[in-house]
Structures are given as C-alpha cells and as structure tokens.
C-alpha cells in the first residue's frame, strides 16, 4: 500500500535520534527524571537534562555529564524567558525532536480548606505552565525538524484524583493539555502523548514510605500485581513512546502503576477475592 503524501513526508523519529537531534528533558536532577534521561541515553538520543540546580545535575549524572549527546543545563520550567533562551540555543546547536516534561512539584495531604492560594498557584505554575511553556517553545523546533514527540508526565491522579488538591487538578488539567496538543500538532508529525506513573520508588516516595506517611503494604494490596513501580519501569515507558514503534500513537495517556487503578474497585466485593476469580 502506497503511504499518503502527508505521511511519506514526514520524518522518522529514530533517524532524527540517529542524526543527532535532542530531547529535552526537564526535572532530570532525580527521581523519574533521572530515569528517564539515562534511559534515552542508553537509547542513543542527545539529551538536554534540565533541573534548577545545575551542579545538582553534574552530581547525579557523574561521569555521563561530559559525554558528548549529554548537555546539561540549569532551567527554570516557570520562566518563560528562561524557556525560550534554551529552545533559541538548540535550535542553533542541531534541533529538538523530543520533549519530556518531567518536572513537577508535589504537595502535603492536607484538607482542601486548609490549602491557601500561594500554594495553588506554585503547584500549577510547576506542573501546569511549566510544561506549557516548554511545549510551546520546542514544539516549533520539532516542526522544523519535520518529526517529533512529547511525553508529560501526569499521573495516576489525572485518571483518578487522590487527596491532594493542588497536585491531582493540575494532572488533570495536564492530561487535558496532552490531549489538545496531540490533536493540533499532529499535521506537523508532532506526537503527544502522557505517562501515568502510580505509586512510583522515587527518592521522595520512599522517605515517605521510610516515614510512615505511605504504606507500602496497602498500596500493595489494592495494586493487580501487588507491589509498587519503579522509576526505571516509568523511564520504559516513555522510551517506547518515544521511538517509531509507538507511530501510530499519539493523545493517550498511558498508566504504569501495576494495576493499581483497575484492581481498586475489586476492594468492594470483598466475597470475590482476585485470587479466587484467577
């Protein structure tokens, strides 16, 4: 079958990775950031990891910081003009074919009346503008390189909001995003696409597991495989919808959670257990 002329001019996203074009990565200092930015690496993309803190990210990266397809750089996702400076210099060093917004900002439990505006507005202006901003900025790079894709970072709060009511809105709102983005940049071969991470073993899910704050026998218990994700599990699946493999792919958000959100409702037929109905 004879590919439509639309198609057959678009570019492959592994050859732009084989030519050397970036993905930027943003809240790569830790975490499912990290993850993510070793595992494109290890996948041969150049890959631009962005965190606020710069010697930070020399840190964690050690001796993968001065390989050649690793830049890093100090970026602040709330600062538009901060942004845009970093797409004008990768668009003069080689172009954008790839975007992870992974950077985000996580909040206490806490009862919704007790939550004042200031923390609102810092919890959407991290998870919500800050991932705007970046994807309008490199966006336009993408379609200049004919081919591109993005992966937001939401969560599972975004299929099924928890008690956070600063967090679980603005993943909601993120996934509303994904799916306008996916819609409107298709036609430039842009895909959109989002990762879902459930209970995930970051650094900051683990203090609070170490703290009691989370219990991991619980979150076990209502998880279909019963037990937590890991961060290089989450860096998995952003791998895949970043290659040609996931071409047709675009607008969805995809859960990694260990079945957290399709075993949960099985709690209310405690006569039915999984293991009896397996």
Known sequence: MTPSPERAKRKSLDALRDSGHAVVVTGASGGIGLAVANRLFDDGWHVVATDLDLSRLRDVFGARASEPRMTLAALDVT????????????????????LVNVAGLLQDVMPMLEMDDAMQRRVWEVNYFGAQHCLRAFAPLMTQAGAGAVVNITSINELRPLPLHAYSPTKVALGALTQLAAGELGASGIRVNAVA??????????????????????IEAHSALGRLVGTDEIAAAVSFLMCDQSSAITGVSLPVDAGWLVSSHWMNFRELSRANAA
Request: proline share 5%.
């Open 197 to 218: 991470p459930g209970f995930t073993l970051t650094p900051i899910f683990e203090d609070k597991l170490a703290t009691g704050k989370r219990s991991a026998t619980a």
């Open 79 to 98: 600062d538009h003009v901060s942004v845009d400076a970093l797409a004008a210099s990768l668009r003069e060093r080689g172009g954008v074919a790839g």
